[in-house]
């Protein structure tokens, strides 16, 4: 049996009294891609925080790549393998986009290398490919302020997959995307999947269905339902919480 790439083992965070996750387990394979929805106020924000050191469970255990992550400080993790990806893009408006991609792929090299330019081939080789599977091969030479919301959403991920993550989280990529983008940032994570564990938190149903991947719902701090994404719209538990939340499905 393969061992787990993430293991969450009981985990429960509470914030004076107030139980943001309880008795939560989660496993994540090698080269899964797994997608996490739940109603506001489920734990998902709290869920990532988790998973990498931003937030200390109260119980539990984090394993990744059979290591406990108990009292590892967030740059520590990271280093491991874990990279993520927050709801806002967070790309550097006033380099280029081969600018913004060379200083992902150098890390952790001096930053004076890139101002030298010290890459070596294979690593300005990965810059070029990186700008092909995010389809910004022609905006190599813009500044990344210049780009659509969309775009730079792309960059944020071309940056972290630089880093050569093991684990990327990936949270809600699609806000605010026209359909067009949606549809291409979902076929850009189902790509990435396999060479790298991916995890996605999302409101948007049916870019989730679109992933076609296994998907984990969050209610009250912890796992209620898991499973495709017919099977969970089926699940009276599920259609429960979202029924009583007014939130569709």
Known sequence: MTTPLLELRQITVSFDGFLALRDLNLSLQPGELRAVIGPNGAGKTTFLDVI????KPTEGQVVFKGR???????HSIARLGIGRKFQSPRVFEKLTVQENLELAVSRPKQPLDLLFGRLSADQRDQVHHLMDIVNLQNRADWRAGALSHGQKQWLEIAMLVGQDP??????????????EETDLTA???????????????????????RLNSPVTVLHQGHVLCEGSMDQIQQDAQVIEVYLGTQEEM
């Open 166 to 179: 093991d684990l990327l989280l990936v949270d809600e990529p699609v806000a605010g995307l026209t359909d």
């Open 52 to 55: 990498t050191g931003k937030t």
């Open 187 to 209: 076929d850009l994570l189902k790509s990435l999947a396999g060479e790298h564990t991916v995890l996605v938190i999302e409101h948007d149903m049916e870019f989730i269905r």
């Open 68 to 74: 406990s992550l108990m009292g590892a400080r967030e």
